[in-house]
Structures are given as structure tokens and as C-alpha cells.
């Protein structure tokens, strides 16, 4: 059986980043399993600009940031194994894989990242009636298609959800020549960046239709139209609203999902408000020496805030490896969510372990104006930070400085003061 | 002049070619869509009916029990998944008890062995997830599930390599007495045949008036259903019907044989025979109805809904007669029509063999591999067939784990898939928790390369035959 200091599963840029940083720090015996046939991920579809800003500070596509890292994955020499798929990760790190040319394999590893990524909600799970003809893609599929494929699915294009995907496909969809007549969301606000609606829709004059939804789809082999109806603020369609909007394509931009099939086999626990795994301050998972980063932990809107959160998996990898394979072994204490946030990662650190100050990522649950994010362990206030607006769209990032919490032994709460 | 013509490829019609292709004759099964098994028999609760829901010695009673016996004998031969989990009709009104009886009596009439009647706390024992409200359960021990796709294929491709003859794309339009038989008009030319065979679901009405054979109507009654993530399939392990209730007929809940979690089917009577929408009641109303019967149902992990007509004749049976002289409808094969597929085949032939003498083929094939499923092999046989085969090392559809192989296989084979939605049915590529949106870009260059088409060339499902250069 061959053996590995760090099995890597995935080759996305969380995959890439986390491998980087293991080998910075230390680890010498590294694979990356990718399922495609190249590194890079969803990043190699992703052919607009606007990835980097934050890592490179300079504006890439998809590829170009996917490429920089897997340049540096191949200048420092970092085995990676392509067509190679992970079926199953044991509770004691054996993972089997399967691929063309060795067939069904089990590896043994050390520590294990998991970096999967995410999948698209499908038309099933989002109950829409009606019928179920060709012509409804994900926004992610459709970009596949007309970006690697060169195959432009429609030319009549409606789009049900306003996740930076289904934004970035209106205006794709629109330079290849499609007609896009609307966006339409569900909720009352987007769930994408405000920069892509002004880039992607405002631009290019594509209505976005908050508080509506799509109530039918018509056609029976092919699809021939959509109804959409405002909604009540319980999203319930109001009656008389509806309107019709012919169009041979239907995208859906109607959210992600972590990708933790993998993970729930192992034995992972999974948080149910990110649908990822629960980690510790350094994104060990409830599995000794498996950690999780990148959008199969949580979904991120910046590549280069799951490049950062990567590296930090990859550190703490490399540090598991080198106590020995040993656990944490003091007492975490919790972060608990509260008062408008929706979900923390991490859930808990180990206050009395920290080797640096301690990254706390978090969404709000709405619209908050004039507010103040506070982190708190019981009186003492450990992080203010004033906000104009916060939206459920951007990911927040907050450091916690390590000399804070190293005295903290009670449980921490994030949560939003409307000032 | 073919011996016999065969109108419609769903389950029926499938089997009664099966059935059929063992005897020396000339057999030719007529599909107006590009792919059988394309109406009711995709989308229906893949039930194995026990048998103890039809009035007794009706046609439904006895083929369903017939059907019953046949089908995991069938199943074995003819490579496609059935498992015999058990069923229970859950009574939630002490009341209703005796309606509970009478259900059993009748099965027990109906000739359904192990019928039993168990307290509301036996049966939660058996199915810890039942609602507390359930007071009283009968159990069938007969009952089963079956993958609907793999059982018409099964037969239809048994069929083929018995020498039937499917002529696909192909729409019926006119039917007239000939001297000798009956010719068929269709969308591609003429059909003459000796005998024909009506199996053609919710249009068996029409089909029967074209050629005076009919006196029927055939209402198709739409059914919705939602198909949960295989995360929720261990939610039951028996087939949970319940007893008529105050909200009217009840809906089931039964793990699928591939390991999802089904709920369904509405019930309401349409006129538009091609009527397979979705609607906000109809999804409303399952999630009502299914809770009686199990509490906290995890909707949130429902991957995708649909519908299904079931073929309801005005007789409140099966309709199974020569409806003129060598004219044979198989119509109104509602539930339990899936089950009762092999025993209508066989009821068919009998017919047949009234009118003309069958002698047997000597060199009949009884038996029928599908496409593998290399997810269910052992280690072993997954290392050796992907050393005979390299595809089969490469997963296109990551959430059921359908490799490359498999997909070509489905394609490549007799009868092999010509739309994304036929690559489904025969690998269940697509039919996992994302719903295609990985594998469909994969799956639909695979389906290009082998059609000598485009990628705008390849179609989710229908009737045209493919273009070339699309």
C-alpha cells in the first residue's frame, strides 16, 4: 500500500493552496487526487476576470489564478494524480481511489484535506412545478458548456436566483449572443456580490426581479417558456402577479452545496448550517487529522479567501504530522453564532494551543445597516468592529489576536449590535 | 407481414415481445417515442405489488399475483434490481380497523400468502420510523420494489435478441382491416401484421378506435411524486401505504431499490394524455398526506419531483381482450401493472395461442445481462474489468458513481440510448443528488461521438430521431 504524509482530495484552488502551504511547512510526501484531467478546479470554466485581487493584487481569470498555483504546485515538485477519483476515505486515513491506470487502490495517509468543493442546487430540490424538459441548466452546467464545450445552450435566457454564477452567466450568456430577460430572486435582496449585479446585469440593462420566483415551467420536451410571480414576504407567489416569459433556457443560480458525501462516510461531522464539516481554529475536522478547506467547508464568494483558509489547512496538516499524529489534547471552547449570524467557522478552538492569532469567518442571516460585529467570551469583549452594511452575500473575516484568547476559557459569541 | 405488431413500448408491451420471441414468429414492436419505456412505466412507484388491493377475481387480482411470483425469478434471469422488502398499509382511526380486515380478507381471496395484521406497536417495532398515530398496520410480506427502467429494458432487449424487431420514433396514425390481418399507417410507412397487440398506455383507446376494436376510455389519472436523496433512503425499509383517510386516497413512502426515499403519488383524473407537470398543490399535498405516515420527513433532501399517468380504464379493471378479430388490447393497465406485466404477457400469448399455433424456438436466449453496475461489484471484478477495459476506470457521474464504461455501454449496446434521459434510466448517470449538473456535459459528448451529431444534436429525451450533423 503506498503511504503518504498528506493526501490532498481535490485539486481545485483549495487543493492547490493547502499543498503549497504543507510543503512550506515542512511535508515532504504529499499527493493531490484530482478527479479532471488538470488542476484547478470549477477555476477552469471561470474564464471572466475578477479572481486575485486580494492574493496577487492584480485582476485574473479563473485559469490565470488556477495556473499561478499550479505553477507553484509543479515548481515545487508536488505529485499530483489526475482522472483519479476518491470513492471512499476510511476513519483511519485509508483512501481508496480509483483511475484508469491503477484501478481500485487503497493509500494510507497520515492526514488528509479535504477539499471537494461544492455542487449546484438542482431543480429537483428547489420543488418547482411544472414540467421537465431540455432547456434547464444550473448556471454552473451552462457555463461549462458554453466556455470549455464552445455550446451555446439558448438563446432566450431567463435566470431563477442571483448567485454570483447565474450573474456572471447573464452577462456571458449575453456576450455570446443570447438574449437574457431576466433575473428573478427569490428573496429580497442578492445572494450574489454587489459587483456583479452592477458589472453583470446594470451594464448590459438585465432586470433582476427581487422577491419573485419561478411558479411553472412549460414545454414539454423542449423548453418553451417560464412563469414568474412576485412573492409575499413569507415567499409564498402572490395570485395575479404571474407573468409569462418565453425562453428556450432556464438557468438556476439558486445556491451551493459542500460537497461532503466523502466526508459523512468517514465519519465527519457536519455542520447543518454550512452543510461542511465542523473544524477547530487550524480546520481539523471531528475526524483526528483530516481537516477541510475551501467551499466543501463552507461556501465562499472569493477564491482568495479559500486560498488564504487553505494554507492554513495545509500549516495545520503539516503540524499534525510533525507532533506525531497526535490530537489536540486540550479542551476547545465553542463558538456559538448568535443575534444575526448565521454560522461561524471555526466552531470551537483550543484556546490554550494557539500558535497564531485565529481567523473567524462568518455570514449574516439579513440586511444589517450601521451595526457592529462583537465577538465576546462572557464579559470580555474580545472584537468590535464597526460595519456600514452588512449583507448576507460577502463572507466575513475577523482575526482574533492570539494573546486575546489565550486566557479565554468560556464559550466565544459572534453576533451582530444594530447601533 | 409480420405475425404479430406490438403498438407500445412500455412495460407491457415490452414483456409481451419477451414473451412472444419464444415462439417462432415474426414479432415487430411499434414506439412513437426515440427509446422505450418512456411513459407510464418511468414514472410510477416501482411497487411489486402484493395483491391484496384488488377487488378479488378480477383480471387485476389475479395477474398482480401471478405477476408477483414471476417477477424475482424474472429479475434474476433478466439482470435488473428487485428486492422483496414488505409492505404495510398503516390504519391511523381505531375505527377503521375492520376496513383493515376487509383489505386483508380480500387479500387473503385475492390469494396473497403471509398477510397479517399487527398492533400500532408491532409495527413501529418493524418500522421504528412510523408515526405514533399509526393504530393498526397490515403487513405483506410479498410485497416488493423493482427499478421500472432496468425491468422494460430488460424485456425489450430479451425481446430483441429473440429477433423482435423495434421500430422506434414511429407513431401509429391510422389502423385498417386487411383480408390476411391488419395494416398499420404510421408516421414511416406501412405495417402489415397477422395479429395485433394494443399495449399503448394512456392512447390504448384511441389506438382500439382506429381499428374498431375499442369501446373503451382510458383516463389518464396523474400521479406527482418526490424522489429524496439517498441520505434519507433508510428512513423505512418496508413500502409504507396507508388506508383512505379523511384527506382522501393516501400516499406512499418506500425506499427505492437503488437506496433513495420515495413519496407520492397524488391522485387526479386529467384529459391531456401528455400531461406530466409538476404543481405546487400536488408537491403541497404529498408532503400533508406522507407525514401522517412518518413523522419529520426530510424534504429538505428532495432531489427532484415528477409525474406519472397511470393508463385507468372505465371498467375498473385491466381491459384485456380481442377487441376485433386479431385485434388483442392489453388497456387500462394501471397499478398493478407494473407487477402484472409478466402475467398479461403470458395472458396475451394464450390469447394468441387460440388463434394460431406457437411452437416454440429451440434456440430461445432466456436470459439477459444489463449494463454492469461497477459501483456494486467486489474489488476484484472492478480491477478486472477495468483492466479489460480502461473506461471503466473513469467516473463520469460522481454522485452514483457511474463510470465511463458504463455510459458507453448504454449507448452502445442493442437499443442502446439515444437521449440523456435514456443514459439515465439504463446507468442512472444524472439521477443522483446534483441531477446531472457534473455529468450531463460528459454524458452529452459521449451521446454525440456515438449519434454523429453536434452537441446541440443531443436531446434530454424525445421523440424525433436524432440529425445528424446538429
Known sequence: MREFDLVIVGGGPAGMAAAVSARENGLENIVILERDSELGGILNQCIHNGFGLHTFKEELTGPEYAERYAEKVNSMGIPYETDTMVLNISKDRVVTLLSKGRGVEDIRAKSVILAMGCRERPRGALNIPGYRPQGVYTAGTAQKLVNCEGYLPGKEVVILGSGDIGLIMARRMTLEGAHVAAVAELMPYSSGLKRNIVQCLDDYGIPLLLSHTVVDIKGKEKLEGVVIAQVDSKNAPIAGTEKFYPCDTLLLSCGLIPENELSKNCGVEIDPRTNGPLVDEGLETSIDGVFACGNVLHVHDLVDFVSEESARAGASAAEFVKRGCTADSTEPVKVIPQNGVRYTVPSQIHTAELTGDVHIRFRVTGVFKDCAIVVKAGENELLRRKSRILVPSEMQDIIIRQDKLAEVGEDICVEIEEV | MYDVIIIGGGVTGCAAAAELAKYQLNVCLVEKESDV??????????????????????????????????????????????????????????????????????????????????????????????????????????????????????????????????????????????????????????????????????????????????????????????????????????????????????????????????????????????????????????????????????????????????????????????????????????????????????????????????????????TREGVVHFAELSREEQNALIAKDPTYGNIVCRCETITEG????????????????????RTRAGMGRCQAGFCSPKTILLLAEKLGCGIGGVRKTGREEVQKDA
Open chain 2, 406 to 425: 458504463e455510459i458507453r455501454d448504454a449507448i452502445n449496446r442493442p437499443l442502446g440510448a439515444v437521449t440523456l434521459d435514456g443514459v439515465k434510466r
Open chain 2, 37 to 366: 419505456c418512456e411513459g407510464t412505466s418511468k414514472a410510477n412507484s416501482a411497487i411489486v405489488h402484493a395483491g391484496f388491493d384488488a377487488e378479488p377475481d378480477t383480471l387485476k387480482a389475479k395477474l398482480n399475483v401471478r405477476g408477483n411470483a414471476m417477477i424475482a425469478e424474472l429479475s434474476k434471469k433478466l439482470d435488473f434490481a428487485f428486492k422483496n422488502n414488505g409492505a404495510m398499509v398503516l390504519c391511523f382511526e381505531e375505527e377503521k380497523l375492520a376496513d383493515l380486515e376487509k383489505l386483508c380478507e380480500k387479500g387473503e381471496k385475492n390469494g396473497v400468502a403471509g398477510l397479517e395484521i399487527l398492533s400500532g406497536d408491532e409495527a413501529r417495532a418493524r418500522e421504528p420510523r412510523l408515526s405514533k398515530e399509526v393504530k393498526y398496520a397490515l403487513y405483506a410480506p410479498t410485497s416488493g420494489i423493482v427499478c421500472p427502467f432496468e425491468m422494460t429494458l430488460a424485456f425489450a432487449e430479451n425481446a430483441y435478441a429473440n429477433g423482435v424487431e423495434f421500430r422506434l420514433s414511429t407513431e401509429v396514425t391510422a389502423i385498417d382491416k386487411i383480408s390476411d390481418g391488419w395494416k398499420i399507417t404510421t408516421d414511416k410507412g406501412e405495417i402489415s401484421g397477422r395479429y395485433i397487440f394494443n399495449c399503448a398506455g394512456v392512447y390504448a383507446d384511441r389506438i382500439a378506435e382506429m381499428a374498431n376494436a375499442g369501446g373503451f376510455r382510458i383516463i389518464p389519472r396523474k400521479g406527482e411524486y418526490m424522489l429524496m436523496d439517498k441520505d434519507a433512503g433508510g428512513t423505512v425499509s418496508h413500502t409504507i401505504f396507508q388506508l383512505p383517510t379523511k384527506m382522501g386516497k393516501g400516499v406512499l413512502v418506500t425506499p427505492t431499490v437503488h437506496g433513495n426515499l420515495l413519496v407520492g403519488p397524488t391522485a387526479e383524473d386529467i384529459d391531456d394524455k401528455e400531461n406530466t407537470a409538476t404543481t405546487a398543490g400536488g408537491l403541497a399535498e404529498i408532503r400533508a398526506k406522507s407525514a401522517l405516515s412518518v413523522e419529520g420527513l426530510p424534504f429538505g433532501k428532495v432531489i427532484t419531483g415528477f409525474t406519472g399517468l397511470r393508463a385507468v380504464g372505465d371498467t375498473n379493471d385491466f381491459i384485456i381482450n380481442e377487441g376485433a378479430e386479431g385485434f388483442f388490447n392489453a388497456a387500462g393497465i394501471e397499478s398493478p401493472g407494473l407487477t402484472s406485466a409478466p402475467a398479461i404477457a403470458e395472458m396475451l400469448r394464450e390469447m394468441l395461442s387460440k388463434k394460431t399455433d406457437l411452437s416454440p424456438k429451440t434456440d430461445h436466449i432466456d
